[in-house]
Every structure is written in structure tokens, then in C-alpha cells.
């Protein structure tokens, strides 16, 4: 192996640079493995949620009827209330970060801030929405209702008989339950990032304030929970009906 | 084929088995020709370019595009020929002719449910003719399983909420396991049972009795099978031991217990001594017998008392057809001539009760029913 | 006149200052527990791993004892079924799938690459935590009444039958699988990110590119199987109709999610193993892998096909004709790449000059067995043979072959290898050459008898085969078998933690091999390198001639140095 070890030393002297980390040689390599690493999670992340999609794509395709009628009981002014919710939310978190990149500490603090908040609005639509299913006996396990026109009323009711399978009503929801929990979840996480990189800002800390990527970073994550929401809310709630 | 006593293939009993077979082979020459390759090439060039051996190292290869490819398409051809006749023969096992005979299976933990087209019913054994095609139609009643007749070479998962099938045409006579091949809980690997191939004459006959055997069990018979199921040979032996009485010859003798009473062993005190047995302990033993009171029906108590009553005798020995899963560990008994299966079983058995019905003088001791099959 | 009276005692040269190195850089436990140093990470990851090894071996042992009687010897069937499947779980999930990819992809990527560390250090120790909390969790499972499903955890027993520890124990293989996915990223982003001047993707050591396409892999492939598993759980706590066939679920949608990784892990298990072969048989023949770039693609290609054919698994699962024949054709283009390199590393032996010590004696048992391994798996892929040998011992011995026989085999071969870099010390070649003999034949009496009672029928997961006795003498063939390779598998537990103890200190490069990693100190300092190399030529460019012409003289030297010394054996190391 002819490799020569003469180059200049250069990862020891950063003292005053200290947002880069020693393995690094220097700022632009440490953005650059950052965001690439935040991507590569990402796409982690797309296989976490595509397993579900699949899940819910076969059985949908299976049982188009019962999915529609199910799926009727779900209320389309929240789901799109939180749907707006989250792209303003996604908005805030681009200018967080423009604002990071401008070195604007107020702005970015106040900019997440209101990523949160968006982010809280959502939560508590959702507590409304699951509440209200809750009521109705429709979440997923041993207690699902077992009266379909109690359920949803005259829409399961075809020509005189009840058009609706409330095993796989049950099948909807529990894929409902799962996928929108399981993104809920996330934001959830993601609240408590933000709020991290709030503290990290609010405390000047060299970490954040020097180089814009840690904040970057987040904002990705961010949009990736956002792009979530954007898949499942026309799956879900916007059902064309079926012939 | 065997080598020297230890088989070395299944038997071969069903149209697929033949066609199966050679493409079995054909994947085995090809193994083993190029795992010679590899073997020989790798320790040939260990040895020869060991280091300090004098050998032409001049005008190293390090790239060859021409013997890359050789060694790429040459793989490529061999392994697309033998899809090839994989996937023939798979498409011959998954298309069933459509003039089958139809039988239907039903999977639970743990044993098969067989049903005839007419109505015979049979549990971890299939009955079925020579020379016809057979379609087995099967759902499983809770978990997955499957059902696996390795003479045969058909396998098949049996699945809860849906049908699947399996079809075969059985070309010898002769007995062949059935295996569940899905792991399915605690007795997943007890849960085999056997085809029973037989001439065509003879299927109709025991079809049409009912698929019974011609002469039905005896009382004691039944109450044989109910006694090994129980395992009250476990403690219960030809001697008396640490654990319990024998019950040979005890009908109508007198029996001393514990305390000091005795009574006559009659029909009662048989069943007592099954249903509660402190009530009278047998002197020498204490509390150790467990208490079968209402895990033994009443129809049981009296095949078992039956049996109990000539157990020891000669014309006390199970037979050999349905062998229960649960009994103690025995091969699974064949007799000589095919014929005999339907009619013949329990005669042949109580005609010379004390040969092990599990082995004929000059059977190859191992495989019984894989040699079966082989000797035809 | 003043004169100071010393001992003689005082009067004893100090030994040369250790030079500083990872090792003894700081001895607290938390300068170990809460390190950031890949090396240090690798060595928690070496101990932790070899325990769960440790563990799944007796589970091992049990099942083989067990099977020497067709009806059983000291177990009860529910007992059995526990032991086997915490035999696989433990063997694939906390085993397999890490062991050479965190200890030694670890260890060396940074070192082969050039860098001081990997991309996220911390995220590497969070890593190592997860897989303890998994691994923990797992073990609590097993020990809280174990688990009784298979390692595969089919619906609906799993789902809604079994009344065991499914859901404990899944949820420590879900946390398990976030090391996994965590481990990947960081050898992606390293590897795109941090490779020293000069080191284009071409020069790179061929265990790179292998480590490259098991990181892809990994990231792809585990979050599928995480969230199928916990579907299970959620199935298993709610009473969720998506597995369950009466409440409109399908109980084959779980094998086509659980296979959809499964399979990919397989290679997660065997890709690592090639790139240790490739070192290996590089190294030790003193020549450039023939054909780098094609060995360098057929990874890539084995990573990509890999995804496509888990439905083999399924033939007779109820998955329709149509679907098994396609999988069937992928199955055998995703044979191909292996093949490949197979004769490629036999034609780098080819006109080179071969070292036989230990690491290169793993090296060509992993190639004979892995062939075998390889070429069975035909039998397997062809859909109309499968249907006959599908859940036999067959397929019990083919993966074995693969698992074992080249997985295992390469674990051994890069042990023994990169352990005077990993420690500083030398270990008794002799010893671990006749040790690795012991593990061939072990391993082949082992298994080899279990491709012939599969062939047979004997089901596999099967406690009792009483009604088919035809069957035990092959069991106690693989039995016997087994205990010769268990005591090939004990041996270098011991004479390798003796050599810690009682090895001669290793020079830098005492294998005479090339590579960054060899161009540092056995231990590498903490930083790995004093400079940043700069890299000029592909790793691997030794010239076979020249090679001869220094082996020649090692020869001579190695005769000479006999007859002064009257034919001892203490050699002194070879001029590398």
C-alpha cells in the first residue's frame, strides 16, 4: 500500500470552531454527513410507513364497499382543519430554519415556537376525532360495535339489508387507529426535538448558532412527518365511492 | 435405496414422485460437480502456490473479461435450464386433471380430519385407491399447517378462512407417512398419520362398509386403545412395581388392602378403582394412583373394564390400524400383503399375539414403512 | 566522599513507555461505557455478541441431545418448542445479523477508509445500547416463560394462539432492530462521506463495498419487519383483526411482510462474510482479487436482488402459481452474483503465493462449504423440488450451511485475522489451524446428515419422529457431529483470551498483509492514524513475483534460524 502520511495536520486546531466534531475535517463534510445521514433515516422511515400503506392498499383493494362505508364515519373538516394545520406548520419550520441560516436567533425561536403550536392544534383535533370514535365503539379490539346502522347509520343500509361488513369496518379502523397513531406518535417526537432545539437556541448554545444544519436537520424531519399526513389524509378520509 | 440399512431416498409411490425424482438428481449431479470444482480447485491452488513453492507466477491475471463472463453465463444457462424443469414439474403439481377424485381435509391442533366424497370419515389416516387421480381439498379449523406425504413429493399448507389443494396419483400400494409440515404448537410433530394405499377393489369394499375394517373392534379391543391412550401402562406393568399393582389376572381374585379389608375384584370394584381409586388402596401402596373420576366416560369405563378383565391374556392385543398418536412409541406397524389391510388386520394380529406387530423376521431393522414400500 | 548505596533491584532498566493506544488510553468503566471510539464500541459489541452466541449455542446443544431419541429424552414438547425457537431468535436476530457487521465493520471501516472515526459516533454507542436493551429484553422473555412460536413468529398462532412471552420478546427484537437500522446509516455516511484523500470508490477494499451493500440493506429492509412484528403485539393486545382469517384478515399477508425482510436479512448475514473472504483470500494469497470490479457489483447486485425474492419461502403457502414462478426465476438470477465471486476468489489463488495460517484455512473451508451451501439452496429455489423439501431438515441443513458454514466460518476467519490489530497480541497460529480443522469436520458430520433425513421427510420444528425411527440414525450422526464442532467453537475462546494474557506483542502489520488499516499500530491509537493517509493505488497491489522472491527468503532465514537454534520453534516474525 504506497500511502504517503505527510499531509498537513489538520483536525486538531479547532478550538474556537467548536461545532465541529473531531472525526470531521472540516464544517462542509460535517453538514454534508449530516444531512445525508438525516436523509438515509428518512428513507428508514418510508419503509416503517410503507409496510402500512401496503397493508392498508391490499385490504382496501380487497374490500372497497366496506372501507367506504366505514370510512364515512371519519369527519373530513378536521381531517382537513389539521391538514391545513400541518402545511402552515411545515411553512413556520422552513422560515426556522431561514432563519437560522440568517443567524436570527428571535426569529428562529419564534418561528419554532409556532411550529409547536401547529403542531399542538393537531394533537388536539385528533383528541377530538379519536374521542368521538371512542363514543361510537369504533376503535379497533374486542369492544368494536357490533350494530352497523348504530354505527353509520343509513349509509350502511343498501336496499333494505345492512351493506356493510363490520368485520372489515373493524379491519378499517384498526389500520386507521395504527396509522394515524403511529403519526401521531411522531409528532409527537417531533414536538420534543423542537422544543430541544428551542432550549439549544434559547441558550445560545455554539452547537446551533454557528452552522445551520442541526436545525436543518430537523426541519427535514419535520417535513417528513408533514408529507405523512399528506398520504394518509386523502387515503382515509377522501374515498371515492365505489361502483 | 438403502445403504447398508440406512435409507437414503423416500419412497418413490406416486405419479409426481417419478418426474420429482430425476429433477432431484439432475439438482444433485450438478452439486456435486461443482462442489468438486470448487473442493479440488481450492486445495490444487493452496498446494501448488503455496508460498516458497517453485511455480510460474509470471503474468498474473487480475481481469479477464472473457472468463468472467464463461463463469457468469455458463451458471446463468445451467440455473435457468434447472427453473426451467423446476417449474415444469411445479405447474404438474399444482394442476390437478380434472376427473380427481375428491377427499377432504380438515386441519386442527392436532390431527387430521379426513372426509370421503361419500361420507367416510377418518381421523390421521386417508385411505385412498391405486392408480386414481386424488384431490385433497383442505382448511385448517385455527392455526396454519400442512399436510406433507414425502412418498408421494406433494406438500401443501393448510390455511385458516380459505381452501387449498393437493393433488396426487398413488402408483404403488403400501402404507406412507402423512406429517403435518407447519409448526402449529405444543404436538406439532405428533400430529402425523398415514396414506394407506390400496387396490381399487379393496378401496371400494372398505368405502363402501363405512370404512371400517369387516369385523369392528371388541369392547376389550376399544378398552386397549383407551388404556395405552391413558398411559395406564406407565405405572401399571406385567409386575407388580414401586408404583403400582399389575393388573394381570386380577378379575374375580381377591384383593388385600391397605387397611386390612379385602374384596372380591369384580366389574364394580374394577371401575371404582379407576373413578376413585382411595377408596380401596391396594396394601403395599399409598395415595399415588391420579383420580380419573369425570375425565373418563362412561362408555370408556367399560371398554376399559373389559379389557382390564383379560388384560395379560392372549386375546387381549390392540390392533394395528388407526395406530393412536398418543400410544407409546412404536414404528408404525405394516403387514405383508396389501390385501390383507382392510380385512385381514386384526386377524393377522391375533393369530400370533405375541409377535411385535411391528417387525416381520428379516425386515431390515430400521424403515419399516419406507422399506415397505421398497419391497414391493 | 558521599557515596548513596542503591540495590541491585534499582538498577533495572524501565521497560519502553507503552505507547499510547486505544486500549490504554483510559481504563474507567465509563471511559468504556459512554465511549464515542468505534474500536472501543467493536469490542463491547465482540463480548456482548459472543454471549448471545454463547446462549444460542446451548439452546443448540438441547435440541440436538433431544433428537437423538425418537421420543424425546428429557424435554416435554412445549419445552422443546421454546428451546428451538429461542435457538433461532438468539442465533438470527442478536447474532447473526450483527456480529460481523458491528464488531468488525466497525472496527474497520473507519480504518480502511482512513478516517478517525465513523460519521456518528454517539449514534454508534446509542446503537450498541439499543441492542443491549433488546437483547436483554429478549433474554427476559425466554427467561419469563419463553417463547413458543418459531423464530418466524407465523399468524395466527402467533397472533392470537400461543400463550407465551411473543410479545415481550418481540418487542426486544424491535428495539434490537434499531441498532441495526442505526448502524447502517452510519457505515452509508461514512463510507459516501469520509473516505481519505485519494481513496476513490475503486481502491476501496473490497470489504467496504460488501459492508456498503449490508448497510442499504439494513436501513431498507429492517423497519419492514419492525413494524410487521409489532402489528403481531398490537394484535396479540387488542384482539386487531389484521392477521386473523374469521375477523376478514389474512393470515399470509404476515410471511409476505415477514419474508419481505427475511430474506434480505439472509444476505445481511452472508454479505459481511464475503468481505471478509475477500480480505482473506486476498491477503494470504499476496495478489489482487481477481476481477475487483465484478466482486464489487455482484454485492451490490445480491442487495438488490435480495429484495425480490422472498416469496421462495412461500410455495406452498397458498401464494398462487404465477407469483411462486416468478420468485422462482429471481431466486435463480440472485445465485449468479455469488457464483461470481466464488471463482473469483479461487482464481485469486491462482499464480499467487499462498500463506495457510489460520484466517486463510477459514477462508477455503468457507469456500467448499459455502458452495455446498449455495448449491442446495437450488433445490430450494426450483418451486416444483421445494415442495417436497420445504420445512424438512433439508432446508434446516441448507441454511445452516450458509448460516454456519459461511457466516460463522468468516466470524472465525476475521477473529483470528484482525485480532493482533484488535488487542496488540499474537495468538498460537498452530493451535487455531488445527482448530479450524476441528470446525470443518465438526461442522460437516453435523450437517450434512440432516440434508439426507430431510430428503427423507423428517420435518423440521418436530420434537418426537417416533412413528418414522428410520429417521434416528442420522440424528445421532448430526449429534456427534455437533459436539465436535461445539468444542471447535469453545477452543478459541480459550487459547485466544490466553494470548491476552501470554501472546507475543504484535507488530504492526504481522500477516504481511495490505491495507490502512495494517499501516497503523496493533492497537491502532484512538485517533486511528498520526496523519490523515493520502492514498495512491488500489489496497490490494502486491506483485505476486516479488512476493515469491521475499517467501523464498523467509524460507531460508526461517532454516537457518532452526539449525543455529537446534530446530526450536520459537520463529521470530517474518520479515513483512
Request: proline share 5%.
Amino acid at each position: 500500500m504506497s500511502a504517503i502520511t505527510n499531509s498537513p495536520d489538520h483536525g486538531h486546531g479547532h478550538g474556537h470552531d467548536s461545532a465541529l466534531h473531531h472525526q470531521f475535517e472540516d464544517i462542509g463534510q460535517q453538514n454534508e454527513s449530516y444531512i445525508v445521514g438525516m436523509w438515509v433515516f428518512l428513507s428508514t422511515e418510508v419503509m416503517f410507513f410503507g409496510a402500512l400503506f401496503f397493508i392498508y392498499t391490499l385490504y382496501r383493494w380487497n374490500y372497497q364497499q366496506d372501507f367506504y362505508i366505514a370510512h364515512e364515519h371519519l369527519n373530513v373538516i378536521m381531517g382537513a382543519v389539521n391538514t391545513t394545520v400541518l402545511l402552515f406548520s411545515s411553512f413556520t419550520m422552513v422560515m426556522a430554519v431561514q432563519s437560522a441560516q440568517l443567524k436570527k436567533r428571535g426569529h428562529v425561536i419564534g418561528y419554532l415556537l409556532m411550529t409547536i403550536a401547529c403542531a399542538c392544534v393537531f394533537l388536539i383535533i385528533k383528541y377530538f376525532e379519536y374521542s368521538s370514535k371512542l363514543a361510537d365503539h369504533l376503535y379497533p379490539g374486542a369492544g368494536f360495535a357490533t350494530d352497523a346502522q348504530a354505527a353509520f347509520g343509513e349509509h350502511a343500509i343498501e336496499a333494505g339489508k345492512v351493506a356493510v361488513n363490520m368485520n372489515h369496518a373493524q379491519l378499517f379502523y384498526s389500520l386507521y387507529f395504527g396509522m394515524t397513531g403511529l403519526h401521531a406518535v411522531h409528532i409527537i417526537a417531533g414536538i420534543l426535538v423542537i422544543g430541544a432545539l428551542i432550549r439549544l437556541w434559547f441558550n445560545n448554545a455554539k452547537s446551533v448558532t454557528l452552522d445551520f444544519v442541526p436545525t436543518e436537520m430537523v426541519g427535514l424531519y419535520w417535513h417528513f412527518v408533514d408529507l405523512v399526513w399528506i398520504f394518509l389524509f386523502p387515503l382515509f378520509y377522501l374515498m371515492p365511492k365505489p361502483h | 435405496m438403502s445403504f447398508f440399512n440406512f435409507p437414503l431416498a423416500p419412497p418413490s409411490a406416486s405419479n409426481i414422485a417419478q418426474q420429482y425424482d430425476f429433477v432431484f438428481y439432475a439438482l444433485v449431479a450438478l452439486s456435486v460437480f461443482f462442489t468438486l470444482v470448487v473442493c479440488a480447485g481450492a486445495i490444487f491452488f493452496a498446494v501448488r502456490y503455496k508460498a516458497g513453492t517453485k511455480a510460474d507466477r509470471s503474468r498474473p491475471m487480475y481481469e479477464n473479461l472473457p472468463l468472467e463472463m464463461t463463469w457468469t453465463i455458463i451458471p446463468l444457462i445451467l440455473g435457468l435450464i434447472m427453473f426451467y424443469f423446476g417449474t415444469a414439474l411445479f405447474v404438474k403439481i399444482k394442476t390437478p386433471p380434472k376427473d380427481c377424485e375428491e377427499i377432504y381435509v380438515i386441519g386442527k391442533q392436532w390431527m387430521w380430519h379426513m372426509q370421503h366424497a361419500n361420507g367416510v370419515r377418518e381421523n390421521n389416516t386417508l385411505h385412498v385407491p391405486l392408480g386414481r387421480p386424488i384431490k385433497l381439498t383442505m382448511i385448517s379449523q385455527d392455526v396454519l399447517h400442512a399436510f406433507y406425504i414425502p412418498a408421494f413429493r406433494v406438500q401443501m399448507g393448510v390455511v385458516p378462512g380459505r381452501y387449498t389443494q393437493l393433488w396426487f396419483t398413488a402408483t404403488q400400494t403400501g402404507e406412507y407417512h402423512i406429517f403435518c409440515n407447519m409448526y402449529c404448537g405444543t404436538q406439532h410433530s405428533e400430529m402425523g398419520g398415514k396414506v394407506v394405499v390400496m387396490d381399487p377393489k379393496d378401496y371400494a369394499a372398505w368405502l363402501a362398509n363405512g370404512g371400517q375394517s369387516t369385523t369392528p373392534m371388541s369392547m376389550e379391543q376399544t378398552g386397549a386403545k383407551i388404556y395405552a391412550k391413558m398411559h395406564c401402562d406407565n405405572c401399571h406393568g406385567a409386575e407388580d412395581t414401586l408404583h403400582a399393582p399389575s393388573l394381570y389376572g386380577i378379575y374375580r381374585k381377591r384383593r388385600v388392602f391397605a387397611d386390612g379389608t379385602s374384596l372380591i375384584a369384580d366389574d364394580e370394584y374394577l371401575r371404582d378403582s379407576i373413578v376413585k381409586p382411595y377408596d380401596h388402596i391396594t396394601a403395599g401402596y399409598g395415595q399415588t394412583m391420579p383420580v380419573y373420576q369425570s375425565q373418563v366416560s362412561e362408555e370408556d369405563l367399560l371398554n376399559l373394564v373389559a379389557y382390564i378383565k383379560v388384560i395379560g391374556s392372549p386375546s387381549a392385543n390392540p390392533p394395528t390400524s388407526n395406530v393412536n398418536r398418543h400410544s407409546a412409541p412404536t414404528a408404525v406397524s405394516s403387514t405383508n400383503e396389501a390385501t390383507s389391510l382392510a380385512a385381514n388386520a386384526v386377524q393377522a394380529n391375533t393369530a400370533d399375539p405375541d409377535a411385535t406387530p411391528t417387525r416381520r423376521v428379516g425386515a431390515p431393522a430400521v424403515g419399516a414403512i419406507a422399506a415397505e414400500g421398497r419391497n414391493r | 566522599m558521599s557515596s548513596t548505596v542503591i540495590s541491585p533491584g534499582e538498577l533495572k532498566p524501565k521497560p519502553p513507555a507503552e505507547e499510547p493506544n486505544y486500549l490504554n488510553v483510559n481504563h474507567t468503566i465509563s471511559s468504556w461505557l459512554l465511549t464515542g471510539d468505534h474500536k472501543r464500541i467493536a469490542l463491547l459489541y465482540l463480548v456482548s455478541t459472543s454471549f448471545f452466541f454463547f446462549l444460542g449455542s446451548i439452546a443448540a446443544g438441547l435440541i440436538r441431545y433431544e433428537l437423538t431419541s425418537p421420543a424425546g429424552v428429557v424435554l416435554e414438547s412445549d419445552t422443546y418448542n421454546k428451546v428451538f425457537t429461542s435457538h433461532g431468535v438468539i442465533m438470527v436476530f442478536t447474532f447473526l445479523v450483527v456480529a460481523i457487521p458491528a464488531i468488525f465493520g466497525n472496527f474497520l471501516v473507519p480504518l480502511m477508509i482512513g478516517a478517525r472515526d465513523l460519521a456518528f459516533p454517539r449514534l454508534n454507542l446509542a446503537s450498541w445500547y439499543m441492542y443491549m436493551t433488546g437483547g436483554t429484553l429478549i433474554l427476559a422473555g425466554m427467561v419469563f416463560g419463553g417463547v413458543d412460536t418459531g423464530w418466524t413468529f407465523y399468524t395466527p398462532y402467533s397472533s392470537m394462539y400461543s400463550n407465551t412471552q411473543v410479545s415481550m420478546v418481540i418487542i426486544g427484537i424491535f428495539i434490537a432492530g434499531f441498532s441495526t437500522i442505526t448502524t447502517g446509516i452510519n457505515f452509508v455516511v461514512t463510507i459516501h462521506k469520509m473516505r481519505a484523500p485519494g481513496m476513490t470508490w475503486f481502491r476501496l477494499p473490497l470489504f467496504i463495498w460488501a459492508m456498503y451493500a449490508t448497510s442499504l440493506m439494513m436501513i431498507l429492509a429492517t423497519p419492514v419487519v419492525a413494524i410487521t412484528l409489532m402489528l403481531v403485539v398490537y394484535e396479540r393486545t387488542f384482539k386487531l383483526p389484521i392477521f386473523s382469517p374469521e375477523l376478514g384478515g389474512d393470515p399470509v399477508l404476515f410471511q409476505h411482510l415477514f419474508w419481505f425482510y427475511s430474506h434480505p436479512a439472509v444476505y445481511i448475514m452472508i454479505l459481511p462474510a464475503f468481505a471478509v473472504v475477500s480480505e482473506l483470500i486476498a491477503n494470504f494469497s499476496r495478489k489482487r482479487i481477481f476481477g475487483y470490479h465484478f466482486v464489487a457489483f455482484s454485492s451490490l447486485a445480491i442487495a438488490g436482488l435480495g429484495f425480490l425474492v422472498w416469496g421462495h419461502h412461500m410455495f406452498v403457502s397458498s401464494q398462487s402459481m404465477y407469483e411462486s414462478i416468478v420468485f422462482s426465476l429471481i431466486s435463480f438470477l440472485v445465485a449468479v452474483p455469488s457464483a461470481i465471486k466464488i471463482f473469483n476468489w479461487m482464481a485469486t489463488m491462482y499464480k499467487g503465493n499462498v500463506h495457510l495460517q489460520s484466517p486463510m484455512i477459514y477462508a477455503i473451508a468457507f469456500l467448499m462449504i459455502f458452495t455446498v451451501g449455495g448449491l442446495t439452496g437450488l433445490f430450494l429455489g426450483a418451486a416444483g423440488t421445494d415442495v417436497h423439501l420445504t420445512a424438512t431438515y433439508f432446508v434446516v441443513a441448507h441454511f445452516h450451511y450458509v448460516m454456519v458454514g459461511g457466516t460463522m466460518l468468516a466470524f472465525l476467519g476475521a477473529l483470528h485475522y484482525w485480532w493482533p490489530k484488535m488487542t496488540g497480541r499474537m495468538f498460537s497460529d498452530g493451535i487455531a489451524r488445527v482448530n479450524a480443522v476441528i470446525v470443518f469436520v465438526g461442522f460437516n458430520l453435523t450437517f450434512f446428515p440432516q440434508f439426507i433425513v430431510g430428503w427423507l421427510g423428517m420435518p423440521r420444528r418436530y420434537h418426537y419422529y417416533y412413528f418414522a425411527p428410520e429417521f434416528q440414525a442420522y440424528h445421532i450422526m448430526s449429534t456427534l457431529g455437533a459436539s465436535v464442532l461445539g468444542l471447535g467453537f469453545i477452543l478459541p475462546a480459550f487459547y485466544l483470551t490466553q494470548s491476552l494474557f501470554t501472546g507475543k506483542k504484535a507488530s504492526a502489520n504481522p500477516w504481511g498483509a495490505h491495507g490502512l488499516e495494517w499501516e497503523t499500530s496493533s492497537p491502532p491509537p484512538t485517533s486511528n492514524f498520526l496523519e490523515t493517509p493520502i492514498v495512491m493505488d488500489e489496497v490490494y497491489d502486491f506483485d505476486p513475483v516479488s512476493e515469491h522472491a521475499r517467501d523464498l527468503r523467509n524460507l531460508q532465514e526461517a532454516e537457518e534460524w532452526k539449525k543455529a537454534h537446534d530446530g526450536m520453534d520459537n520463529l521470530p516474525e517474518e520479515d513483512n
